[in-house]
C-alpha cells in the first residue's frame, strides 16, 4: 500500500550545525537535454517567517484586542519574487521511485480538491525524458502541492516552489517560442496560486491567480463552446481539437479559474475578473467520465442553475453554482454602493434575491437529498460543497440584514430582518457541525481552500455577536474547532494561527469589536 510505502521511506535528518538541512531530494542522474534543471535551494532563511508556538483561543483574542490583525496580504510577500532570483543555482534531481510517489500521491490527495489534470494523459507524457518547460514547471508545482499535505515529504515544498516559480518565470520570458503549452501554462498558475494561498501568502497568490485568468481569457477558455458562426452548431475550439479529453482539460483549468476568482474576491469584496454572463463553456463532466475518457458534454452554467427539476451533479459544478450564487451577491452589493454614490436609489434587488433565493434552496435540498450525509463524504470537494453552501446563506443573509441597504433600496418590514438573521443563524450553526465533522479527517481530506469559508463565518459571527448571544456561542465553538483543524502551513499549528494572516481585509477592526474581549 501506498501510506505502507511512506511509512518505510527514509526520514530526513538533519546535519551538525552550520551544515545544510538534508531533504529526500537526491542528486543523480543529469538532467534531460534541453530542461534546465536548475534551483536555488538555501534552507538558511526560511520562505515564511517562523512562529515558535501555536496560537491559542487566550493568544487570539489578545490579538484581536490589540488591533494587529494584518490587513490581507500585508505579510511582506512581495519579497518573494526578488527572493527567488537572489539565490544561487543548484541542481536538483529527484528519485524515479520518490517521483513515483509523490505523483501517485498528487491524485491521492491533491487532484480530489482540485481536479483539472488527467491521470493517465499526465503519466503518459510525465515519464517522457524531455518535456517541454511548461510541462516540467507543471510537474514541479504538482509536487509542491503535494508535500504540504504530506508530511513524509515537507522539507521538500520550499525547493520545489522556487524551483516551480523560477522555472514559470523564465518561460514566461519564452512564451512566443512555446507552442502547444498553453493548456499545462494555465494549469501551473492555478496550483501555484493554489499552493501560495495554502502557504498564506495572499497577495502572491491573488497576483498568481490574475496570471491565470488573464491566460484563460487570452487563450479564450470562456468561449470554448461558442458556435463558430450563426448557422452551425459546431464549436470554436472543440472542433479545432480531435482529442476530447484535451479540450475537457482546457474547460476544467478555466472553471478551476473562476472558481478561485469568486473565492479570493469573496474574501476581501473584490471585483470579479471572469464574468459569468460571457461564458461560453460547457461545466466539467464528472471526474468519473472525465478519467475514463467517455465522451460526454456538460451542461451550461446558466442551465444548470435554472433548470426547472435540479439533478445530481458533480461537486465541482455544486461548489461552481454556490461560488456563482456568493458571486451575485457580492455583485449587488459593490452595485448597491456605486449607485449610492451616483445617487441613484433603483434597483431590481426584490427580483435578484427571489431568483437566488430560489436556486439556493434548489442546490441546498439536492445537497441534503442526493449526497451522502456530510459524517459519511470523504470527497474534499462534497465536503467544501456543504461549507460553502452554509456560508453562501450567509453571505446572502447578510446584505439583507444589513440595515443601511435595506431601509434604501426596499425598506423591508422588521420581521423579514429577523427571518434573515434567523437563516443566517442556522447557517452558522450549520457550519460549526460541519467543522466537527473536518477534525475528524486526516488534513489532506480537507479542501485546501477551506479557510476561506470558515473565516466568512467567523466574521459574520464576529460582526453580530453584540446582537444576539447566540452568534457569541457558535463564536466560542468554531474557535474551538478551530484549534483542532490542523494548518496545512504547518502542521503542528491550528486554524487559530491562520486567524492572523488569512483575515478577510476589514476583520481587523471587527474583531477588535469590545464584544469580543
Same mark, same amino acid.
Request: charge should be negative; charged fraction near 20%; include cysteine.
Given at each position: 500500500?501506498?501510506?505502507?510505502?511512506?511509512?518505510?521511506?527514509?526520514? +530526513?535528518?538533519? &546535519? #551538525?550545525?552550520?551544515?545544510?538541512?538534508? /531533504?529526500?531530494?537526491?542528486?543523480?542522474? !543529469? =538532467?534531460?537535454?534541453?530542461?534546465?534543471?536548475?534551483?536555488?535551494?538555501?534552507?538558511?532563511?526560511?520562505?515564511?517567517?517562523?512562529?515558535?508556538?501555536?496560537?491559542?483561543?487566550?493568544?487570539?483574542?489578545?490579538?484581536?484586542?490589540?488591533?494587529?490583525?494584518?490587513?490581507?496580504?500585508?505579510?511582506?510577500?512581495?519579497?518573494?519574487?526578488?527572493?527567488?532570483?537572489?539565490?544561487?543555482?543548484?541542481?536538483?534531481?529527484?528519485?524515479?521511485?520518490?517521483?513515483?510517489?509523490?505523483?501517485?500521491?498528487?491524485?491521492?490527495?491533491?487532484?480530489?480538491?482540485? +481536479?483539472?489534470? &488527467? #491521470?493517465?494523459?499526465?503519466?503518459?507524457? /510525465?515519464?517522457?525524458?524531455?518535456?517541454? !518547460? =511548461?510541462?516540467?514547471?507543471?510537474?514541479?508545482?504538482?509536487?509542491?502541492?503535494?508535500?504540504?499535505?504530506?508530511?513524509?515529504?515537507?522539507?521538500?515544498?520550499?525547493?520545489?516552489?522556487?524551483?516551480?516559480?523560477?522555472?514559470?518565470?523564465?518561460?514566461?520570458?519564452?512564451?512566443?517560442?512555446?507552442?502547444?503549452?498553453?493548456?499545462?501554462?494555465?494549469?501551473?498558475?492555478?496550483?501555484?496560486?493554489?499552493?501560495?494561498?495554502?502557504?498564506?501568502?495572499?497577495?502572491?497568490?491573488?497576483?498568481?491567480?490574475?496570471?491565470?485568468?488573464?491566460?484563460?481569457?487570452?487563450?479564450?477558455?470562456?468561449?470554448?463552446?461558442?458556435?463558430?458562426?450563426?448557422?452551425?452548431?459546431?464549436?470554436?475550439?472543440?472542433?479545432?481539437?480531435?482529442?476530447?479529453?484535451?479540450?475537457?482539460?482546457?474547460?476544467?483549468?478555466?472553471?478551476?479559474?473562476?472558481?478561485?476568482?469568486?473565492?479570493?474576491?469573496?474574501?476581501?469584496?473584490?471585483?470579479?475578473?471572469?464574468?459569468?454572463?460571457?461564458?461560453?463553456?460547457?461545466?466539467?463532466?464528472?471526474?468519473?467520465?472525465?478519467?475514463?475518457?467517455?465522451?460526454?458534454?456538460?451542461?451550461?452554467?446558466?442551465?444548470?442553475?435554472?433548470?426547472?427539476?435540479?439533478?445530481?451533479?458533480?461537486?465541482?459544478?455544486?461548489?461552481?453554482?454556490?461560488?456563482?450564487?456568493?458571486?451575485?451577491?457580492?455583485?449587488?452589493?459593490?452595485?448597491?454602493?456605486?449607485?449610492?454614490?451616483?445617487?441613484?436609489?433603483?434597483?431590481?434587488?426584490?427580483?435578484?434575491?427571489?431568483?437566488?433565493?430560489?436556486?439556493?434552496?434548489?442546490?441546498?435540498?439536492?445537497?441534503?437529498?442526493?449526497?451522502?450525509?456530510?459524517?459519511?463524504?470523504?470527497?474534499?470537494?462534497?465536503?467544501?460543497?456543504?461549507?460553502?453552501?452554509?456560508?453562501?446563506?450567509?453571505?446572502?443573509?447578510?446584505?439583507?440584514?444589513?440595515?443601511?441597504?435595506?431601509?434604501?433600496?426596499?425598506?423591508?418590514?422588521?420581521?423579514?430582518?429577523?427571518?434573515?438573521?434567523?437563516?443566517?443563524?442556522?447557517?452558522?450553526?450549520?457550519?460549526?457541525?460541519?467543522?466537527?465533522?473536518?477534525?475528524?479527517?486526516?488534513?489532506?481530506?480537507?479542501?485546501?481552500?477551506?479557510?476561506?469559508?470558515?473565516?466568512?463565518?467567523?466574521?459574520?459571527?464576529?460582526?453580530?455577536?453584540?446582537?444576539?448571544?447566540?452568534?457569541?456561542?457558535?463564536?466560542?465553538?468554531?474557535?474551538?474547532?478551530?484549534?483542532?483543524?490542523?494548518?496545512?502551513?504547518?502542521?503542528?499549528?491550528?486554524?487559530?494561527?491562520?486567524?492572523?494572516?488569512?483575515?478577510?481585509?476589514?476583520?481587523?477592526?471587527?474583531?477588535?469589536?469590545?464584544?469580543?474581549?
Amino acid at each position: 500500500m501506498l501510506e505502507g510505502r511512506l511509512n518505510t521511506h527514509p526520514q +530526513p535528518q538533519e &546535519h #551538525q550545525s552550520g551544515a545544510e538541512r538534508s /531533504s529526500d531530494i537526491d542528486i543523480v542522474q !543529469p =538532467a534531460p537535454a534541453g530542461i534546465s534543471d536548475a534551483t536555488a535551494i538555501d534552507y538558511t532563511q526560511s520562505w515564511i517567517p517562523p512562529v515558535t508556538a501555536s496560537v491559542t483561543e487566550a493568544d487570539m483574542l489578545q490579538v484581536m484586542s490589540q488591533n494587529c490583525v494584518p490587513e490581507l496580504g500585508s505579510v511582506s510577500d512581495w519579497s518573494l519574487a526578488s527572493t527567488l532570483h537572489s539565490r544561487s543555482d543548484a541542481p536538483l534531481h529527484i528519485k524515479d521511485d520518490v517521483r513515483v510517489e509523490l505523483d501517485q500521491l498528487y491524485f491521492d490527495r491533491v487532484h480530489p480538491s482540485i +481536479p483539472i489534470l &488527467h #491521470q493517465r494523459r499526465y503519466l503518459l507524457w /510525465s515519464k517522457a525524458r524531455s518535456k517541454t !518547460p =511548461a510541462r516540467t514547471c507543471l510537474q514541479y508545482v504538482m509536487w509542491s502541492l503535494v508535500t504540504l499535505l504530506s508530511a513524509q515529504f515537507r522539507d521538500l515544498t520550499e525547493p520545489l516552489y522556487r524551483k516551480a516559480k523560477r522555472m514559470l518565470d523564465s518561460h514566461a520570458l519564452e512564451e512566443e517560442e512555446q507552442c502547444g503549452s498553453e493548456t499545462e501554462l494555465a494549469q501551473t498558475w492555478v496550483l501555484i496560486a493554489m499552493c501560495e494561498s495554502m502557504r498564506t501568502h495572499h497577495r502572491q497568490a491573488w497576483m498568481s491567480a490574475g496570471q491565470a485568468f488573464r491566460l484563460v481569457q487570452a487563450m479564450r477558455f470562456h468561449e470554448i463552446d461558442r458556435p463558430r458562426n450563426s448557422n452551425s452548431h459546431e464549436v470554436l475550439l472543440s472542433h479545432e481539437s480531435s482529442d476530447f479529453i484535451e479540450t475537457e482539460e482546457k474547460r476544467r483549468v478555466f472553471w478551476m479559474a473562476y472558481f478561485l476568482d469568486h473565492l479570493f474576491s469573496m474574501r476581501s469584496d473584490w471585483p470579479i475578473t471572469l464574468n459569468e454572463h460571457v461564458i461560453c463553456t460547457r461545466l466539467p463532466i464528472p471526474d468519473r467520465e472525465f478519467q475514463s475518457g467517455q465522451h460526454v458534454l456538460g451542461d451550461f452554467l446558466s442551465e444548470a442553475m435554472t433548470e426547472s427539476t435540479p439533478k445530481l451533479r458533480s461537486p465541482f459544478t455544486e461548489c461552481l453554482i454556490l461560488a456563482t450564487l456568493c458571486g451575485r451577491s457580492l455583485l449587488r452589493s459593490q452595485q448597491y454602493n456605486v449607485s449610492k454614490a451616483y445617487g441613484d436609489m433603483t434597483s431590481d434587488w426584490p427580483d435578484q434575491h427571489w431568483w437566488l433565493d430560489n436556486i439556493l434552496t434548489a442546490r441546498l435540498e439536492v445537497l441534503s437529498q442526493c449526497y451522502p450525509p456530510p459524517d459519511e463524504i470523504s470527497d474534499p470537494l462534497l465536503l467544501f460543497a456543504n461549507v460553502l453552501a452554509q456560508t453562501t446563506i450567509i453571505y446572502y443573509c447578510k446584505d439583507m440584514m444589513a440595515p443601511e441597504p435595506m431601509s434604501a433600496v426596499h425598506s423591508p418590514e422588521n420581521a423579514k430582518v429577523m427571518e434573515c438573521q434567523h437563516r443566517a443563524l442556522a447557517a452558522t450553526a450549520a457550519i460549526v457541525r460541519l467543522t466537527k465533522v473536518l477534525c475528524e479527517l486526516h488534513f489532506s481530506k480537507i479542501h485546501p481552500l477551506m479557510p476561506i469559508p470558515l473565516l466568512v463565518c467567523a466574521e459574520f459571527l464576529y460582526d453580530h455577536c453584540s446582537s444576539d448571544e447566540a452568534f457569541r456561542l457558535h463564536i466560542a465553538e468554531l474557535m474551538h474547532t478551530f484549534g483542532q483543524l490542523k494548518n496545512v502551513n504547518n502542521h503542528e499549528q491550528s486554524y487559530l494561527d491562520l486567524i492572523p494572516r488569512s483575515c478577510l481585509s476589514k476583520t481587523a477592526n471587527l474583531l477588535n469589536s469590545p464584544a469580543v474581549s
